[in-house]
């Protein structure tokens, strides 16, 4: 899994004297933003503004030139921060202009603080006798058939695999039995045969699910899907090695039939729509695994065994179990638990030998992706009191340790997607990812994800937008502007009192790019309930916030979100960075140890049945706390105090 | 299962002065058979010769009256044997004429001694503790959700089958949780759930196969199929009082790929040839199906389990696996063990939830319908010293007891099936089944199936014809025709010597119906290789043919063959009658045990384990055994002391 990295070089800012590593190929905006240097860019980078000119004093750049600098400039090695890409050792000097702030001292924003990404390691788990994997193939040399020894093919194969590798209690399948008498004979009993284990070793059967002519050990795969509501991942793993060598992700084909899962569920109840929606994830799927066969040139017949997660709509749809209760009260499910189903029952791709196995969900809203993400991340197993939490239009909180698990799950609304915000957007070319902001002049330093000309914010950095605002005293804890502050950048707009974060005459575009009070307050609103939610869960086991000793995010949204930001803004509880880390997908997470070890599949039927699923629209604690919530980082600063006396900010303020 | 029987009736015979009882509607002929008077009878009592006019003394009979009796003969009371039917009480003179014999004396030939059937006795098997039905229906009344228990859908179900019933470890399938919410909330909550259990109880899981809206526990049903190489029976079981509520069959659809399974196996080797008879038979079956369905008015969806049995060739081409090593040497099968398989993927026209077992094989050519017999016969649980055997074109022997089993399989030809026998056909109407001879002017009483004018040979009549002309010395032990006896029917045929049995002019046909020296022979030929296979057997068990203690005779020739033929012939060991019993069809008998008890379907496994094969072409004392056997009814007498002396014969003679 280790890449190899591009080479590091040491970037020196003059006058501050900061000195920043940061690899080949990044830019000097980027070297300066993580060492907390405002540059004023409006342009998110994309060289289109002209603002961020930085001189070069020793050492060189590729790049940084454009028509806005003159050829004496470039010749006096003036370059634009923004497009200028480290290749050596550099000194930079970051004039006054560029800042307008002394010579580019610090403006307080410190680097950003992401957390750590959390990998399984499978070395670790193999040495603690974890790693039993679910299927295994074996080579067979086999005793021809005589007078003398004229056992059926079926027992041939039985006690072989008995006698050589010490296997019992075997089951032969359907499509098996149907090729044996050939794949025997083909290379004279010299075969492969893939075994699909019971979860529980030593109870139940081994099925033999597979034969081929020859030695095929080295071939044995995998796959694993994380069905979301909006997109479907697939990975190829290697079962020999553990490896993830393909992976492959795209829109959900239901996301025709409604945006949430409220409005597919609303479909599913209509003739017909629990099928059309049913086969449209199935298709999806399927050009999934044809696309991760072909870029790994990996056999259909290679493929045993196939792990899926989702919310349990997703689950439901998937299955064409009806959703209908799920949206009613008391949201009922059909089911928690899925037994194994042969892949293809499910109209999957997949050989008939190939078994799927469907993560157990909680409740309604607590589906197998959040039970994925807490078996891979091993929480069931830590004694730390950990938070793992998944970020999203719904945000799913688990609470616990390895003695016990609570969980919940909060609707924040689309905030975090950049729903319900006036410049709003997923998290795309183009999004603003970062800022800051010369205290000053009140000039913004815009970072969009592909240094593209600005088109909007998304979640991660509106999180950031909104905590360097109030860092700045831009917005108060309510999240409104500060009407006695005077730049052409704060304005009173249609809808209330706005930042303007790009001007439309700086990069082109539609109108200028700004977030206004109501853009704040529905942040606010998303974050305090999911805020209330972890500290109803937490206070319902009889527990406080600062019991939390580390904290695991999940989900895309949680591998972008500045640490320093989300706690400033009081989206999560204060605990030391360094305690936080992230998982990226945990269903992907989850589902490639499940290919892997039966332990997984054994203890998660343990975990769900011990994981206590609050409803929080029941628990009446949760109304006040949400409230109490609806301020920048919370109402009561003693949660936050480290936050709190970073920002400068307290309870008078 | 008790029929309603007709009213018996007393018949005398004079001058004999012999009583018998039988049925109303039955013949005098038969009557005359039942106590071992001889009639002339050359038509078979068919009513065609007019040669079995006997006088009504006291009485009245019904029919016995056509063309050839005068009306002064009628109103005297002649009547003719074969076609006067019995309705009351009546005595009857055999005149001289019709015997020849004075007074219709005993010819010495006994009443015919068919073995009794042996029936499985379900209360004694309920008592004995055996009887765990493998599909259970279960009644369930649950609670409604609430806010309070928003339980999962299967949670609730699975909750309420423990809670009420004690079950445990329970999986749900997919087409049940497909359906699940929508049946559970049609009758608030009263739903029927189809339980099939594991075959191990308290080992393995109880799959919830089906649920039902409302109380449908007594209607649950099974099917049972013996599938032969000409012929396909079904059954269908009420799985609640055990009892066969339909019955179906029709030829196998295989039939026009070759009557027997060398040649079957021989066209599976061709392209598509396994699929097209695979394709034929599963036809077949579902045809079988439809009409059981139909006539017992049973839904589809009440059929839970089917179970299957078949000879190992007929089992693999039903599954679809290549049968090509069983016709050669060493002769090997693909499988003698099959898992429980859907019914559905063997194509099967039955829901989703219905599992197809099939009763494991022993080896080759001592196949599935067999071990169904031993299962359903009991032997595997008597203490007494058994001989197993279904007799057809192949017989298969089983010899042991509770403590051990031993098999083998024998080609007999298909001379009890009337092949190879000049005049030989199968049991149908026409076909001559009993038979007995004027010693004195060798004239023959042919009794036929149906009563109709005589066609040719049936086995069963086969074994009594030559029983009687060994019996009354018109061949010698050897098959020859005494050349010194002078009779019309004695001659000199285009195949040697034979007997006429029937007179063309007598009855019209095709010509005279006769037997001869090469059809004797080959009977001889086929009954040696089934009484060597049976002392082969047992002697290779360090046992003398002495020890059997009693016989269990399977497949419809056991059914109809007279013992005393049997044994006279040589054919079966000598035993008491009354030690003999028949089971009927034994792959059904076993097939609906099966379907009643998980007891069969586990002991089963432990049974065929210990069920030791022999090959009698490599057992080397089989070949003398067979030559020791060309003799009727055995060249060592010392073997049938009882036969030899109730026929008069002895070694010298």
């Given at each position: 899994m280790e890449e190899s990295r591009p080479p590091r070089h040491r970037v020196t800012f003059l006058p501050a004297g900061v000195t920043v590593e940061l690899a080949a190929g990044e830019t000097l905006l980027k070297a300066a933003q993580n060492v907390g240097l405002h540059i004023n860019a409006s342009c998110g980078g994309s060289g289109?503004?002209?603002?961020c000119r930085v001189l070069i004093k020793k050492g060189t750049v590729v790049g940084g030139i454009n028509e806005k600098l003159s050829a004496f400039d470039r010749e006096a090695g003036w370059r634009q921060a923004c497009t200028a890409q480290v290749c050596g050792e550099v000194t930079v000097e970051i004039p006054a202009g560029a800042t307008k702030l002394a010579g580019g001292l610090?403006?307080?924003?410190?680097?950003r603080n992401r957390s750590r990404l959390r990998q399984y390691d499978l070395e670790e788990l193999r040495r603690a006798g974890l790693l039993h994997p679910p299927v295994e193939k074996l080579f067979l040399e086999l005793p021809r058939p005589s007078v003398v020894d004229n056992r059926a093919d079926a027992k041939r194969l039985i006690q072989g695999l008995h006698h050589q590798y010490d296997e019992r209690a075997m089951v032969l399948t359907l499509p098996l039995l149907r090729k044996l008498r050939r794949v025997l004979r083909e290379d004279d009993f010299r075969v492969t045969v893939t075994l699909a284990r019971p979860v529980h070793l030593g109870q139940g059967r081994n099925y033999v699910v597979n034969i081929q002519v020859g030695n095929w050990t080295r071939r044995s795969f995998g796959l694993v899907f994380d069905i979301g509501t909006t997109t479907i991942y697939g990975q190829l793993i290697d079962l020999n090695s553990g490896e993830i060598i393909g992976g492959e992700g795209d829109y959900n084909a239901q996301i025709s039939y409604g945006e949430d899962v409220i409005s597919r569920i609303i479909h599913a109840e209509t003739t017909a729509g629990l099928d059309t929606m049913r086969e449209a994830t199935v298709a999806t799927i399927n050009q999934l695994i044809a696309r991760l066969l072909t870029t790994t040139a990996t056999?259909?017949?290679?493929?045993?065994s196939v792990t899926i997660a989702g919310n349990t709509t997703m689950t439901h749809l998937f299955l064409g179990l009806e959703p209908h209760s799920i949206r009613r009260a008391p949201y009922v499910p059909v089911s928690t638990f899925f037994p194994p189903f042969r892949a293809s029952d499910l109209d999957l791709a997949l050989p008939h030998h190939c078994v799927a196995l469907l993560f157990p969900a909680i409740s309604s809203y607590v589906g197998g992706d959040i039970v994925a993400g807490v078996m891979g991340s091993g929480i069931y197993r830590s004694p730390a009191l950990t938070l793992y939490i998944d970020i999203g239009t719904n945000a799913e909180i688990v609470v616990g340790n390895r003695e016990w698990l609570v969980c919940a799950a909060c609707s924040a609304g689309p905030a975090f997607e950049g729903g319900g915000i006036t410049h709003g957007m997923r998290a795309a070319d183009g999004a603003i990812k970062d800022f800051s902001l010369n205290p000053e002049s009140l000039e913004p330093m815009n970072i969009t994800i592909g240094n593209r000309p600005p088109l909007g914010i998304c979640g991660s950095g509106l999180l950031i937008i909104v905590a360097t605002l109030l860092a700045h005293g831009v917005i108060d804890r309510r999240g409104r502007f500060n009407r006695r502050l005077s730049s052409p950048r704060l304005r009173e707009g249609k809808s209330g009192w706005e930042y303007v974060l790009v001007w439309q005459a700086e990069v082109g575009g539609a109108g200028d790019i700004v977030i206004n009070e109501v853009d704040i307050d529905n942040l606010i609103r998303a974050k305090a309930a999911i805020y209330a939610g972890i500290k109803t869960l937490v206070e319902e086991v009889g527990l406080a916030m600062g019991d939390l000793e580390q904290i695991i995010l999940a989900g895309a949204f949680g591998s972008f979100i500045d640490l320093d930001a989300a706690m400033a803004i009081g989206l999560l509880p204060e605990v030391a960075p360094g305690k936080v880390t992230y998982v990226g997908n945990g269903a992907l997470m989850g589902g490639r140890l499940s290919e892997l070890s039966n332990h997984i599949r054994r203890d998660v039927v343990e975990v769900v049945n011990r994981m206590t699923s609050f409803e929080l629209s029941e628990v009446t604690s949760f109304k006040d706390q949400y409230v109490a919530s609806l301020f920048l980082p919370h109402t009561d600063l003693e949660l936050f105090p480290v936050t709190a006396k970073r920002l400068g900010i307290s309870s008078e303020r």
């Open positions: 289109v503004c002209g603002k610090s403006t307080g924003v410190s680097a056999a259909p017949d290679e493929i045993t």
